[in-house]
């Protein structure tokens, strides 16, 4: 069998494009522009890719943007002050904090400090446990991404068995929930698990988002599952996968390749989820 490649650049266009809708829809009721403020700290070239990015995304889609750009020595108060002042600031819908912050700060304090509301990025405790309770709330954009994703194959969720590889608070974790969410039968694997491939050979859907290049090999998939990879790993300036495509295409029915999978639909989700946050204002 040889898979569908699932295409996140189209797919993300697309919504983008509706997107751009609802912000003028939103500019011409409220008199002001949809505003995103992203707070970037310290000089890690990847986090500056991903900013301006999200930054020309933005632009594109009718949003404005607020960059506020600190140098890697900058106090937590500094941070925390600016995110104080943007929670007041009737500009700005959503605030964005780029991770990984410097070391010396704290990123959860840091997080838990941008209101719930403005909150798009969908990190807060607050966004997190309502997403757990089935609330409204502003999810995690990765793994709404996913879900877009994977619904874009026509693949129903609801009955399979879906394997999430990875249980951070940011990826793994939402992406259970939201699986949970649409009927899926659930299993989270981490690096304690035993015996992953036996799992994974269970999985209709696979979400692999682990962190570690081609981790996932073709003799774990089941064939003609689902295949979304999140892993964005760089090696020698190149950017791989949390899955071995090559020999995954041969197994999956359907998969995202890296880039132009998922990183894409990210994107997207930051942008719909900070016109929710206008629009919920
Ligand atoms: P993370 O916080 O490092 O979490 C990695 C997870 O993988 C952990 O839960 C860890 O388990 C698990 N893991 C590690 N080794 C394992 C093993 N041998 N077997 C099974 N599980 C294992 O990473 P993350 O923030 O979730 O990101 C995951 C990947 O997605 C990274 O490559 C990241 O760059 C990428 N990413 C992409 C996007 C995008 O837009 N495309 C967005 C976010 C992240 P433990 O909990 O037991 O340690």
Do not use: W
């Not at 992406?175 to 989270?188: I, P």
């Not at 859907?205 to 290049?213: E, F, Y």
């Not at 029915?253 to 919920?280: H, K, Q, S, Y």
Request: net charge neutral; aromatic share 4%; with cysteine.
């Amino acid at each position: 069998m040889n898979s569908k490649i699932i295409d996140g650049k189209e797919l993300a266009a697309k919504i983008r494009g509706e997107i751009k809708l609802r912000a003028e829809a939103f500019k011409a009721k409220r008199g002001r522009s949809v505003g995103l403020a992203v707070v970037l700290a310290g000089d890690d070239p990847a986090s500056k890719i991903y900013v301006r990015n999200k930054i020309a995304a933005c632009e594109e889609a009718s949003i404005r943007s607020y960059s506020y750009d600190f140098p890697e020595e900058v106090s937590e108060d500094a941070v925390t002050e600016l995110i104080d002042a943007l929670n007041k600031d009737t500009n700005v819908d959503g605030i964005l904090v780029q991770l990984p912050l410097p070391k010396h700060i704290n990123e959860k304090c840091v997080l838990e400090r941008i209101s719930p509301c403005k909150d798009v990025d969908g990190f807060h405790a607050v966004n997190a446990g309502n997403l757990l309770l089935g609330n409204k709330c502003l999810a995690a954009c990765t793994p709404q991404g996913c879900i877009e994703l994977i619904r874009s194959t026509g693949v129903t969720i609801e009955g399979k068995n879906a394997v999430v590889i990875g249980r951070s608070n940011i990826v793994g974790k939402p992406m259970a929930v939201l699986l949970l969410q649409n009927n899926a039968t659930v299993t989270v694997a981490h690096s304690k698990t035993v015996d992953l491939k036996s799992i994974t050979l269970r999985a209709d859907i696979l979400v692999a988002a682990v962190g570690i290049k081609e981790f996932v090999t073709g003799d774990m998939i089941k064939s003609g599952a689902v295949v979304i990879d999140v892993g964005m790993n760089r090696h020698d300036g190149k950017l791989y996968g949390d899955v071995n495509f090559e020999e995954a295409k041969i197994k999956a029915g359907f998969i995202t390749p890296v880039p132009g999978g998922v990183g894409p639909m990210t994107i997207a989700m930051l942008l719909r989820n900070t016109v929710t946050a206008a629009e919920n204002a």
